[in-house]
Nanobody, 124 residues
């Protein structure tokens, strides 16, 4: 079993920054990789970013490319999402997820475990 706990969400003004963290317990984070998704009110959960188990490969949604950076610290079983130049449209509940098998990293069903989410609100 894996437990994922997100933290770091909050209220920030447009143009500001937040750093989200995803701490894992149980199995290690050294799997097929970890992803961040977000769900805005009235919308489906959407892919944001992912990082491979080694940390050598990262991918981002077009909407956050150049503003968000995903990183990992395997020694601490933690994945971070640094979010800069935040926009009101980034407002959502952010979830981290972990997968133990290959598949399309952009798809929710490819992930086996999910955290409870952390709220990010960006005011204009």
């Amino acid at each position: 079993q894996v437990q994922l706990v997100e933290s770091g969400g909050g209220l920030v003004q447009a143009g500001g920054s937040l750093r989200l963290s995803c701490a894992a317990s149980g199995r290690t984070l050294s799997t097929y990789g970890t992803g961040w998704f977000r769900q805005a009110p009235g919308k489906e959960r959407a892919f944001v970013a992912r990082i491979s188990s080694s940390g050598g490969t990262t991918n981002y949604a077009d909407s956050v490319k150049g503003r968000f950076t995903i990183s990992r610290d395997n020694a601490k079983n933690t994945v971070h999402l640094q979010m800069n130049s935040l926009k009101p449209e980034d407002t959502a509940v952010y979830y981290c997820a972990q997968r133990f098998s290959a598949g399309d990293y952009r798809v929710q069903s490819s992930y086996d475990y999910w955290g409870q989410g952390t709220q990010v609100t960006v005011s204009s």
